[in-house]
């Protein structure tokens, strides 16, 4: 369960978020709507603990995430609107390295299954990334949500560049996420088809 | 957060950095063939007087070693800062100055370890003796860490700032004076006899001292500019 | 806890901070003006001519008391700076901010007699010796923490980024003046000790107590000056700030 208490966020001399107050349960989304420059990105990454809130707090399973640090962060895959892959490196390393960064036992071989499962065929599994396409780079960054047990996702713009076959694929895979009781938290402006019962919406005004 | 995690962090993030310049090995042949090239220089401007150039090849191999590591902090940070790795290794459930030692150890074993292992070369060109050139390759092996620690601060306050190549230069030059003083210190004291022991013994210290706190530093600056 | 956070933010909030600061630069200018006056006038009429240097040794009333201010302003300002990393407050940014051009200045100063005195006595404008030689790193460091600031256009970013480069420079400072003592020692160059004069009389030390005050009471005056600029910079989106900014005012829509 994540709580946000009361946040506050500025960036540069502009007030961004206000007193934002709201919880998201186990097996449960939260889409954060806005129009560009209403705070989402800021939002998504105040939560991850990469933007410390003005004033407030965020509460994971009751702790503090300032508290608890490395607890939370054992907990939380997080994909930016970056991609994160460095272009010199194949996607197997590129996915394999950044999962062993973070503290998970991966070995190449499911990297691999993970990469075939966001529909990249193994005969670009070791090209160098760089040769690789926007929509094939984004569905590489994504892979990490295939092969890992973590409860939480935050996902900011998680269908960029994602063809109409990729998208099935995520919504697919976020439907089971949330069926096994994870969280997630993603900003979009795609609708997300997880069923009403399963989704909260956020709107955040300009 | 456990030890065996900590190691695990670090070599990973090192042996990763290191597959990097493999795929890119330009990068290492631009900073040594600058080291190269600068204490090469320094012949041609001041004549080819042996006794001259054995006086200043200390400082001269020391400035060039100086100003080669400055040319590569530029690529410590910036990459995965572009690219938005270094994002996701602040995600890391590890301390981040851990990341950040990791970091530092591939950066000089790209950058400085080349120039320490070229440096009795480029001594036996400046016609300095086997003592000297001993002398100088270990005050290069205890300093040039010390630089790459001291870099990274300014590697990571710079952080996408316009115009950080210039900056860089003007906030860490300053701070690696002591570093330029104690090691050309050394050979210069051993080559006139007096022993380069204390110097060798403060550029240890001044290791020790950057590996305690420039991790910090520097981790605390990444945070402010990834904020 | 809760106590001292309520009285940090009456104290140093813009607005209570800076019609205070305008009641308050009067009285330190004019007193700096007094006593750097009295100093003066000590150090160039009262005090002795020296036996050695004849008139030129008088630069030191100006010399050492500058290069005494110019280190004391970049640990004033380094404290202020921790203070703001510390308790995340901005004023102590800002404060830190208003203060490193004066020490700058004071570091230019010390430079400057530096060499004035330098040509008399060495015939050169400059000598490595360890004083300068620090002066002038100190000069690059103050260079470094307002060239960090102005490159930096987040203003939050900027306070602390220059905040952890004026920590790191004040570890330094101690290290890099030691190693420059050593390195002078080691070289045998030139050394300009201005103030190891055998016995220095009384009226000289008094001229050098009273200018460095009067140069203490100036740089208070500044940065107070100072600091009701940045004061008016920063806040004037608030309606505060416009209310006291009259070029603000116009362009209100």
Not at chain 3, 104 to 116: E, S, Y
Request: glycine letters at 8%.
């Amino acid at each position: 369960m994540l709580n946000v208490d009361n946040v506050s966020c500025l960036r540069g001399e502009r007030r961004l978020i206000t007193a934002l107050s709201f919880t998201v349960q186990q097996g449960r989304l939260l889409a954060v709507t806005g129009e560009n420059g209403s705070g989402k990105t800021s939002l998504l990454r105040m939560l991850c603990g990469l933007l410390p809130p003005e004033q407030g707090r965020i509460l994971w399973e009751d702790q503090d995430v300032r508290a608890c640090r490395e607890r939370f962060l054992a907990s939380l895959i997080y994909v930016g609107h970056l991609n994160s892959l460095k272009d010199d490196l194949t996607p197997v390393e590129n996915v394999t390295i950044s999962a062993r960064l973070a503290g998970e036992e991966i070995s190449e071989g499911k990297t691999c299954e993970a990469l075939e499962a966001v529909g990249l065929a193994r005969v670009i599994h070791r090209l160098p990334t760089r040769v690789l396409s926007q929509g094939q780079k984004r569905r590489v960054s994504l892979a990490r949500l295939w092969m890992s047990q973590r409860p939480l996702w935050i996902l900011d713009e998680p269908f960029a560049a994602l063809d109409a076959s990729a998208t099935g694929l995520l919504m697919q895979q976020l439907r089971s996420h949330l069926h096994n009781g994870g969280i997630v938290i993603a900003a979009t402006h795609q609708e997300i088809d997880v069923g009403a019962d399963r989704l909260d919406q956020l709107r955040l005004a300009g | 957060m456990s030890q065996p995690g900590i190691f695990a962090a670090l070599n990973e993030i090192i042996r990763r950095d290191l597959l990097l310049v493999l795929r890119r090995r330009s990068d290492v042949l631009t900073t040594v063939l600058f080291f190269i090239m600068v204490a090469s220089l320094f012949p041609l401007g001041v004549g080819p007087e042996p006794a001259v150039l054995r006086t200043i090849a200390p400082g001269v191999l020391w400035v060039a070693a100086l100003l080669s590591c400055l040319l590569s902090l530029g690529r410590l940070f910036t990459a995965d800062y572009v690219d938005g790795v270094l994002e996701q290794m602040l995600l890391i459930p590890q301390p981040l100055s851990v990341l950040v030692i990791g970091k530092v150890a591939a950066h000089w074993l790209i950058s400085g370890l080349p120039v320490v292992l070229l440096s009795p070369l480029l001594g036996l060109q400046f016609g300095l003796s086997g003592e000297a050139l001993g002398v100088l390759t270990l005050s290069l092996l205890l300093g040039t860490p010390t630089l790459s620690f001291i870099g990274a601060i300014g590697a990571a306050l710079t952080l996408g700032v316009r115009g950080s190549s210039v900056l860089i230069a003007l906030l860490v030059l300053p701070l690696f004076i002591p570093v330029l003083i104690f090691g050309a210190g050394a050979v210069t004291s051993s080559a006139s006899g007096i022993g380069a022991g204390a110097h060798l013994s403060l550029l240890g210290a001044g290791l020790l001292l950057a590996l305690a706190l420039a991790p910090w530093a520097t981790a605390t600056s990444l945070r402010i500019a990834l904020e | 806890m809760a106590l001292a956070q309520i009285n940090w933010f009456k104290y140093s909030s813009p607005q209570a901070f800076y019609p205070l600061a305008g009641r308050m630069i009067p009285w330190f200018a004019t007193i700096a003006a007094l006593l750097i006056g009295v100093g003066l006038y000590i150090g160039f009429f009262v005090a002795p001519t020296d036996f050695q240097q004849g008139q030129s040794y008088r630069i030191i009333f100006v010399h050492v008391p500058a290069a005494w201010m110019s280190m004391f302003l970049y640990v004033v300002m380094a404290i202020w700076a921790g203070l703001g990393l510390g308790l995340n407050a901005r004023p102590s940014f800002m404060m830190a901010q208003a203060i490193a051009p004066t020490g700058a200045l004071f570091t230019f100063l010390a430079l400057f007699t530096g060499a004035m005195w330098g040509k008399p006595t060495w015939g050169a404008w400059w000598v490595w010796d360890a004083r300068l030689t620090s002066e002038l790193i100190l000069l690059f460091l103050y260079a470094g923490v307002m060239l960090l600031r102005t490159s930096i256009d987040d203003p939050r970013r900027a306070d602390r980024a220059s905040a952890v480069f004026a920590l790191v420079g004040v570890v330094n400072v101690p290290i890099i003046y030691f190693s420059v003592r050593w390195w002078n020692t080691l070289h045998q160059g030139a050394s300009v000790s201005m103030t190891a004069a055998p016995k220095m009389a009384a009226t000289m030390l008094t001229a050098m107590l009273v200018m460095t005050l009067g140069f203490w009471m100036y740089s208070i005056a500044v940065t107070l000056a100072r600091m009701r600029c940045v004061i008016l910079e920063r806040e004037r989106r608030s309606s505060w700030g416009m209310h006291h900014s009259h070029r603000e005012a116009v362009e209100v829509h």
